[in-house]
């Protein structure tokens, strides 16, 4: 692993990154059968009810990692920005999930009934529950006096005005024990800002001893692991 070191200089602030599928309907992954059963169903919504309704490789990217590295050491699992609920529901379809595993996929209250149709879908209900954690503001109520273990961040570095929000929860969400793991796609010169500004409270460090990171890599996505600093 190295320390991180985001580019200063990658696209303009105006360009936006596209997505290479815009899916209507349900995709079926199974990770190179690094899940049990049948694999992961997903329904994605092609964006109708925002950015977050569609699969992204930064998403594909945290959950190969997660699934060839194993989770028995993270029962209590939070996933913010879930958007389809993804990543949270691959690794409790994981071979190495613990028994007692209890995974929150969270997002804004827009996303919960997709997020609540794709834990139905498979049939996850006894594992996965969906909540709404808006960044920024007070940690809801499920969270009081239940400590997570690891919290997983996909692709939530994308909108300037959010930086402040999505960094305050994730100070909010974590103490010196949590391990918190963020997958990130380069895109604009502006998200260099945030991770200037979370590197006064956590320290970063890059990713990239697992079977996938080359190929996910080559698309500018990167995947890092935060820390909280001890005073």
């Keep these: 692993m190295e320390i991180l070191q985001i580019e200063t200089e990658v696209l303009p602030a105006a360009v936006v990154d596209v997505p290479e599928r815009l899916n209507l309907g349900r995709s079926n992954l199974n990770f190179d059968g690094l899940l049990k059963?049948?694999?992961?169903?997903i329904e994605e919504d092609g964006g109708a009810a925002g950015c977050g309704g569609k699969l992204w490789p930064a998403g594909e990217m945290l959950a190969y990692y997660l699934l060839r590295k194993g989770i028995q050491s993270y029962p209590r699992v939070l996933e913010i920005g879930s958007g389809t609920g993804l990543t949270g529901l691959?690794?409790?379809?994981?071979?190495?999930a613990p028994p007692n595993l209890k995974v929150w996929v969270t997002d804004q209250e827009n996303m919960i009934p997709l997020m609540n149709q794709n834990i139905e879908l498979n049939n996850?209900?006894?594992k996965v529950v969906a909540e709404v954690l808006d960044w920024g503001e007070e940690l809801p109520e499920f969270l009081e006096g239940q400590p997570v273990d690891l919290v997983l961040a996909a692709d939530c570095v994308y909108l300037e005005s959010a930086f402040p929000l999505l960094e305050k929860t994730l100070i909010d969400l974590s103490n010196k024990d949590t391990k918190i793991l963020m997958s990130y796609k380069k895109r604009r010169k502006a998200d260099s800002r945030f991770f200037k500004s979370v590197k006064k409270h956590f320290t970063i460090v890059e990713i990239s001893d697992f079977e996938e990171h080359a190929r996910f890599k080559k698309d500018?996505?990167?995947?890092?692991?935060?820390?909280?600093?001890?005073?």
Excluded: P
Aim: charged share 35%; glycine share 12%; hydrophobic share 35%.
């Design 124 to 126: 996850l209900q006894d």
């Design 37 to 41: 059963g049948d694999g992961l169903k």
């Design 90 to 96: 691959a690794i409790a379809l994981s071979e190495s």
């Design 220 to 231: 500018g996505v990167t995947l890092m692991e935060l820390k909280k600093k001890t005073k």
